[in-house]
């Protein structure tokens, strides 16, 4: 629980070191886009810290060119 102080202190710090210059300078697409980032990587790295079982993005691709590979090793 206290990685989880930690991530959320470093993005706060990030958050305002960087986002003031990007509003300042009127740059609201990548204001959000930097947002959005910023809260995704917060949220993985809870999850990590507090041993969350996430899904694999391999594991997707595996279900989906399974019946392909099963169809082509039949013939």
Sequence with gaps: MLSVFGFL???IIIFFIEFPSLWKNRQIKECWLF???LLF???LNSAISLHFTLPNPLDWIA???KPLSDFLHIN
């Design 63 to 65: 279900f989906l060119y």
């Design 41 to 43: 990587a917060f949220t």
């Design 9 to 11: 202190l470093a993005t």
């Design 35 to 37: 947002s959005m980032l």
